[in-house]
């Protein structure tokens, strides 16, 4: 079977994708993910192979029971998008940011990626 994913393509000279334009172009698609390296080439990803998303699961799931215990934060899936002071789009394996963070977040910031820097618990 050929893999198809991920694919790699170089923009840097064709065109600039804004965070904004990422996070409007991966709410169009919900099948793919899209991830924009330092280098501003766009990486689109399919969703995981069965036995992936099943150890993701697993780690969503453990993570999700540890911060109902401690009360002091949000769990996301790993489809939440966090931009990087280099610039890059990146999605992580299941993470937990706490509430203050969160709540620091303007309406609009909390409607895209993840821009501040926030120091989340990425669990792989």
């Known amino acids: 079977m050929t893999r198809l994913f ?3 393509l170089d923009l840097s000279r064709a065109c ?3 965070a904004e334009d ?3 172009l991966s709410g169009r698609k919900d ?3 899209f991830e924009r390296p330092a280098d501003a080439s766009i990486t689109v990803r399919m ?3 069965m036995n992936a998303a099943l150890a993701s699961n697993n780690r969503l799931h453990a993570l999700s029971q540890w911060a109902d215990a401690h009360e002091d934060g949000q769990c996301f899936a790993p489809d939440v998008g966090y931009e990087l ?3 890059s789009v990146r999605g992580t394996g299941p993470t937990w940011v706490r509430d203050e963070q969160l709540g620091a ?3 609009e910031e909390a409607e895209g ?3 501040r820097p926030v120091v989340g618990l990425p669990v792989e």
């Open 22 to 24: 990422l996070a409007v």
């Open 47 to 49: 969703g995981n192979e």
């Open 85 to 87: 002071p280099d610039a």
């Open 105 to 107: 977040l303007s309406s």
């Open 113 to 115: 990626f993840l821009t």
């Open 6 to 8: 991920p694919i790699e």
């Open 16 to 18: 600039s994708i804004s």
């Open 31 to 33: 099948d793919l993910r």
